[in-house]
């Protein structure tokens, strides 16, 4: 390692979504704000930057958990959430600046992967915003049993590439995903984020220094 960085070739780059490939603050709060507003709950108040972490890292049925922890109204709220159609939301998502000149930079010289908490989303995003032909592997919290910060994720998607966790990086904006890194041994890169990292980038075509 060198600075951090390994000095050997990567062989593959994965990505958060939220708050990495997409601003989507706004368009979470509202689905979230749905589902309040289907169960008789007061709207979140945007001013709890507790309840606000909580719905932008965790996955859909921990988020629902942590606001409705008794068991019926945790499966109402789950029922509330799959009545929304995501597609609504859609035109509240931001890509960030950058993000698919890097891709088309990236692709044909390592693998592309997701490693998002959403659950049932993410393919229609991806599809939405014309982005679905560079990802190889699509790694979402329905399809494991341990949803970041668990490693399980990122271990799926080291597995499907058949690489070892050091010939990725692993592009996260939140604690969660740092956490999933660090267990994984998948350098970590903090996207306009202050938390322990290999690096840190505050431009998503700067990832390209690294490989």
């Known amino acids: 390692m060198r600075g951090g960085i390994s000095t050997k070739p990567y062989k593959a780059v994965i990505y958060d979504c939220d708050g990495v490939m997409f601003d989507s603050f706004d368009a979470n ?3 979230y704000q749905r589902i309040m507003a289907i169960m008789g709950r007061q709207p979140l108040d945007t001013a709890d930057s507790e309840h606000m972490r909580v719905l932008h890292t965790f996955a859909n049925r921990e988020v629902l ?3 409705f922890p008794e068991p019926a ?4 709220a789950v029922a509330a959430a799959a009545a929304i159609d995501y597609r609504e939301l859609v035109p509240f998502m931001i890509m960030e600046e950058g993000f698919r000149e890097t891709l088309d930079q990236l692709s044909g010289k390592v693998a592309l992967a997701v490693c998002t908490n959403r659950s049932t989303s993410m393919d229609m995003v991806l599809e939405s915003f014309g982005l679905t032909g560079y990802f190889g592997c699509v790694m979402t919290a329905s399809k494991v049993s341990r949803p970041k910060p668990h490693p399980e994720p990122l271990f799926k998607v080291l597995d499907h590439y058949g690489i070892a966790p050091d010939e990725a990086l692993f592009v996260g904006d939140s604690e969660v995903d740092r956490m999933a890194a660090e267990s994984a041994g998948v350098p970590f890169i903090a996207y306009k ?3 322990p990292a290999v690096a840190r980038i505050d431009r998503h075509i700067d990832i390209l220094s690294f490989l």
Do not use: N, P, T, V
Request: aromatic share 38%.
């Open 73 to 76: 109204e945790f499966m109402a």
């Open 65 to 67: 958990a942590y606001f």
């Open 193 to 195: 984020a202050g938390f």
């Open 29 to 31: 709060l509202r689905f």
